[in-house]
């Protein structure tokens, strides 16, 4: 078995599960507050555009993070809008955001770079470049801790880290502080946190927010935080409706969360890189199968799973205030 060749793997794995790991944590907070969010995948989709966009013009990938952050934001209030001010449908609210951004980011960067809706490549000093941890070349000639250190958690980039630090500080927010607690109980049982005075709508303008935050990280990290940053037409590719089904498959819990998307990035990682199956097994595995393959495994999380994990009790229910 080619060590190296596994090595790749893992690395493209963690590389690929981080932005599914934000948009978990996205919809994770706000469906824990009773909010249920289809438009995980237009959010990413216009942070991407934004944040792309912006990098390409200014030549700073932070500028364009923040104005990713600001547009997924922007959404995220829109939503907030739809299901708690007025009590719509929180379905077809996102399921219109989705639709609304798939359209308007070709129609904008056709309009502003003339390239088929898609931006123009971003260079080294537009982007987001790896970073190579400390002691990464020194202990690199230690077996197997060595290289795995050396090549497969250092040398990402930032974005990549603030995923996988988002993970604790999600179970910290959510399980030790009295805002996390509010939030549960505002997703189980909106009345009682009403009675204890406490804004139902706020919590949950909060958790949208939260989310909003997180989604522009996950579409900023796709077009700048790649080697071949910019954007292009609905590189999501689905990314938000499965960051759903692997938080479905995490029962809403943030460190399963972790595992799941990392299982969900090792099948996009396989599909990146097809030769992997030569290298290992000399397999050939047609290209369209592993392009369907986290798709695949979507479904079969979804139906094996969706009967067993309980959402909270109040998810996708309008509060309405007891006078």
């Known amino acids: 078995m080619d060590w190296t060749t596994i090595l ?25 507050a009773g909010i249920f969010d289809i438009g995980l995948e ?25 104005v990713g952050i600001a547009g997924a934001l922007l959404l995220s209030a829109v939503h907030g809008l739809a299901s708690i001010t007025f009590r719509g449908n929180q379905l077809i609210s996102g399921v219109a955001i989705n639709f609304l951004a798939a359209g308007l980011t070709v129609v904008i960067a056709e309009r502003w770079f003339r390239q088929g809706g898609r931006t123009p490549q971003l260079d080294s000093g537009s982007r987001f470049t790896e970073i190579t941890l400390p002691l990464a070349e020194t202990i690199r000639p230690v077996p197997v801790l060595g290289p795995i250190y050396a090549q497969v958690v250092s040398g990402h980039t930032i974005l990549v880290y603030a995923a996988l630090l988002a993970v604790p500080l999600s179970w910290w927010v959510l399980f030790r502080t009295r805002f ?19 804004s139902v709508a706020r919590l949950r303008y909060a958790a949208v927010a939260i989310a909003g935050l997180l989604c522009g990280i996950a579409g900023a990290q796709l077009s700048t935080a790649e080697p071949a940053a910019g954007f ?18 995490a029962k809403w819990r943030p460190w399963a969360a972790l595992w799941a998307c990392l299982l969900f990035g090792f099948f996009q990682a396989l599909e990146a890189r ?17 392009s369907a393959l986290p798709y695949v495994l979507t479904v079969i999380i979804l139906a094996g799973f969706v009967g067993r994990a309980i959402p909270p009790r109040a998810g996708g229910q309008p509060y309405v205030k007891e006078r």
């Open 8 to 32: 790749l793997l893992l690395d493209s794995t963690l590389r690929t599960a981080s932005p599914l790991l934000l948009a978990c944590l996205a919809g994770l907070f706000s469906e824990r």
């Open 232 to 249: 292009v037409r609905d590189m999501t590719a689905g990314r938000g409706y499965i960051a759903l089904a692997a938080l479905i498959f």
């Open 42 to 66: 237009g959010k990413m989709l216009v942070s991407a555009f934004l944040a792309a966009g912006f990098a390409y013009a200014t030549g700073s990938a932070w500028l364009g993070l923040l």
């Open 180 to 198: 996390g607690l509010r939030l549960r109980a505002v997703g189980e049982n909106p009345a009682a946190v009403d009675t204890a005075g406490v």
């Open 274 to 290: 097809p030769d992997i199956f030569v290298r290992l097994f000399d397999l050939r595995v047609p290209s369209a199968l592993l």
